[in-house]
């Protein structure tokens, strides 16, 4: 499992996506294949897994719960 954080650098978010990706690896590293950091601009602030989009905090604001929660509905679906 992939899981891809996209941040916007002018905005200062590097700190967030950093805090970020040291929770998955430390809840769930055994489990992915990798945590990315992805700079962007305007704002973003989106996390990915596989590719596909499971928070956008410009339309769902940022809760790391849902990224856990995301993380643990796949693990349970691939068994």
Do not use: W
Not at 6 to 22: K, M, N
Not at 34 to 63: C, N, P, R, Y
């Amino acid at each position: 499992m992939h899981v891809n954080i996209e941040y916007c650098v002018p905005c200062g978010h590097l700190d967030r996506a950093i805090d970020l990706q040291r929770r998955l690896l430390t809840e769930h590293g055994s489990d992915l294949d990798a945590v990315t950091l992805q700079t962007g601009e305007g704002g973003v602030f989106k996390i990915s897994i596989d590719d596909q989009l499971v928070l956008d905090a410009a339309k769902d604001g940022f809760d790391p719960d849902t990224i856990t929660d995301a993380i643990e509905r796949r693990q349970a679906a691939v068994g």
